[in-house]
T-cell receptor, first 115, second 116 residues
């Protein structure tokens, strides 16, 4: 079965410090990985995706993610966190069970950035 | 560009009642998705439409849930009768997609359903 795991329910970081949100995946074949963010009472917003190519993927709002095939990880990073980055973050993998595919989401990681 | 619209934003019903949710995707997006997001979990795909055809409804509880997208644009998701465990946020998403595409999905704000 193809899946993603987010090992941390919550990440706490002080404003200005580096932020890392962890994600590991388990897929057969090539992994297609995504990060989404969810602010309170709002839908999910796309941050970035890895399809192929450079292992370091740059996305919206200063976020980036590093694809590591040997560790089967796709951690989300931001060099300097802002209070406004406090939100729920989801890692997802595209499951190509047929020609259409669908997203399989992790359980989410709550990020809390304190001033 | 207008985003994905959903209504209502909140709904409270009693168990065994019926409820319907509406979604209007981004103009030109052929693919529409309905997800169920239970508190503390990631979204789970219920049904995926390509234009007005269903391409994946493997996780839709078909004894009580139904969805349609008659003209390939708007969609409705219905629950009849509702159970307590249906309490969740129902998210609609759309994307520019053809078979095998890896385009990102755009999500609406969701409908928060509480079943008492």
């Amino acid at each position: 079965a193809q899946s993603v795991a987010q090992p941390e329910d919550q990440v706490n970081v002080a404003e200005g410090n580096p932020l890392t949100v962890k994600c590991t995946y388990s897929v057969s074949g090539n992994p297609y990985l995504f990060w989404y963010v969810q602010y309170p009472n709002r839908g999910l917003q796309f941050l970035l995706k890895y399809i192929t190519g450079d292992n370091l993927v740059k996305g919206s709002y200063g976020f980036e993610a590093e694809f590591n095939k040997s560790q089967t990880s796709f951690h989300l990073k931001k060099p300097s966190a802002l209070v406004s980055d406090s939100a729920l973050y989801f890692c997802a993998v595209r499951v190509l069970t047929d020609s259409w595919g669908k997203l399989q989401f992790g359980a989410g990681t709550q990020v809390v950035v304190t001033p | 560009e207008a985003g994905v619209a959903q209504s209502p934003r909140y709904k409270i019903i009693e168990k065994r009642q019926s409820v319907a949710f509406w979604c209007n995707p981004i103009s030109g997006h052929a693919t529409l998705y309905w997800y169920q997001q239970i508190l503390g979990q990631g979204p789970k795909l219920l049904i995926q439409f390509q234009n007005n055809g269903v391409v994946d409804d493997s996780q839709l509880p078909k004894d009580r849930f139904s969805a349609e997208r008659l003209k390939g644009v708007d969609s409705t998701l219905k629950i009849q009768p509702a159970k307590l465990e249906d309490s969740a946020v129902y998210l609609c998403a759309s994307s520019l997609v053809t078979s095998g595409s890896l385009n990102e999905q755009f999500f609406g704000p969701g409908t928060r359903l509480t079943v008492l």
